[in-house]
């Protein structure tokens, strides 16, 4: 069966072209290094296509309240679109950004779209963009407004106990949802009430330009189906699991691209860094840097060997954090290593250690987890866990037996600190799962 994915492809590049900023057309290096130079001037970044959500006098404020304080704390509010400079990911962008501002401790509030992400670097705080991005989303309802999201963020952050806050946030609107009535239908499409449920929009002098590719998105689906001359009653049979397993291979092949653009990345960047002395504590940091990108390589060339799994494309990512957060500590020579979220890595590394029962049982464990799935746990949830395939069935990677995953033998790092080392001994290599 034939796909209506060209017109589709071309409608969505040249939308991409109309929302995107004018720093995300630019290469990777000037775009980061474009904001990295406004930040060292100013703590607030804003892309003009925010210009009328969030004007001068709400930005004045922001940069107010952050340089009253010590915390090298910045905001950055672009558009993330997918494809873009930063493949939509305000984590890359944070990364990216960061790398370029020189390093050491770090926190950046990103505003992707829809709602703001915490990135913090360096661990003399407690991950305070992180837990203030969290509560910017609970205590406005997830229907904040720029502004008020940007504020409530920042003051989280820059408050004395940022994860009690969200805590706060997060008990108080789930206490609302239970004593508020049930949603009415959604409003007719495009009334002003389904725009504001969604937050910030889009400006308005794009919206003639969306009209516009919405027409052409629709024609071009017509001239496919015609071209295609494919009754509509078989269309109708293609199994559902075939989208979801389209999806899934679609996410683990951006995963593996995005590990073999960091290794190359990280390796440029361990060159520059290894002439100059750190002292002893910050070799032995740079050297454990240098054994993660290592083992990071490793499990991508056995990927490039014998074909990639999820469990191993995560390893990749897991191990390159790994490595970045050593070049940081090197710089800052202090701290612990930041530990990723047992339940799934890709979750990020801004973890606390919370006890989990076991679901059905008595047993619990005490690992780290994000505060997303710490809090489904604490409410006898089951979290998103990051899953494994093991003899034909799909588990969660932590139930993939010890001795066949060292992903699964060490918690991607939660459970045990040997992750490197057993990596590079070449545990990884016999753990494909049957």
């Known amino acids: 069966m ?23 057309a630019q290469p990777e290096e000037n775009a980061s290094q474009a904001i990295a130079d406004t930040l060292a001037a100013s703590p607030v970044h804003v892309d003009p296509a925010y210009d ?5 006098e709400a930005q004045q404020e922001v940069v107010s309240l952050i340089e009253a304080s010590d915390l090298p704390l910045y905001v950055i509010v672009v558009p993330l679109i997918e494809g873009d400079t930063w493949d939509g990911q305000p984590d890359d962008l944070a ?15 990103v505003f992707a779209n829809s709602g703001m992400h915490g990135k913090d670097f360096g661990a003399a705080h407690d991950s305070p963009a ?6 910017s989303s609970y205590a406005t309802q997830f229907r904040g407004d720029l502004a008020t999201v940007v504020e409530v963020s920042v003051e989280t952050a820059l408050s004395d ?19 508020t009535a049930p949603a009415p239908d959604p409003s007719p499409s495009g009334t002003d009430e389904s725009a504001e449920a969604g937050g910030v929009g889009l400006p308005g002098w794009l919206w003639p330009s969306v009209a516009v590719l919405a027409l052409v998105l629709a024609a071009g689906l017509a001239w496919r189906a015609r071209r295609a001359r494919v009754p509509s009653l078989p269309a109708l049979a293609v199994t559902q699991h075939a989208g979801f397993d389209n999806a899934d291979r679609a996410e683990l092949d951006r995963l593996v691209e995005r590990g073999a653009t960091d290794l190359v990345e990280l390796g440029e960047r361990l060159g520059r860094l290894g002439a100059a002395p750190k002292g002893e504590e910050g ?22 060997a014998t074909g990639p799994t999820l469990p191993d494309a995560v390893g990749v990512l897991v191990l390159l954090d790994m490595a970045e957060d050593a070049i940081v500590r090197s710089g800052s020579r202090s701290g612990k290593p930041r530990v990723h979220c047992y339940a799934n890595p890709l979750h990020g590394t801004g973890t606390k250690l919370t006890e989990w029962r076991e679901f059905g049982g008595t047993r619990s464990v005490r690992v780290p987890l994000c505060a ?9 949830g089951r979290p998103r866990v990051l899953p494994a395939r093991y003899r034909g069935s799909e588990v969660p990677y932590y139930e993939v037996p010890a001795e066949e995953s060292v992903w699964a033998a060490t918690g991607y790092g939660a459970l045990r600190a040997d992750l490197v080392d057993r990596v590079l001994r070449g545990e990884h290599r016999g753990e494909r799962t049957r």
């Open 2 to 24: 034939r796909s209506p994915r060209t017109p589709v492809a071309a409608s969505a590049l040249v939308l991409a072209c109309l929302i995107a900023s004018p720093a995300a």
């Open 52 to 56: 009328s959500a969030f004007g001068d």
């Open 130 to 135: 992180h837990y203030g991005a969290l509560t």
């Open 161 to 179: 106990d940022p994860e009690g806050a969200f805590l706060a946030a997060e008990a108080a609107y789930e206490e609302q949802r239970e004593d």
């Open 283 to 304: 070799n032995r940091l740079l050297q454990h840097a240098l054994d993660a990108r290592a083992a990071a390589a490793s499990v991508h060339d056995r990927m490039a």
């Open 95 to 109: 990364t990216l950004v960061h790398d370029r501002m020189g390093g050491g401790e770090g926190h950046y509030l």
């Open 372 to 380: 997303e799935c710490a809090s489904t746990v604490r409410g006898r």
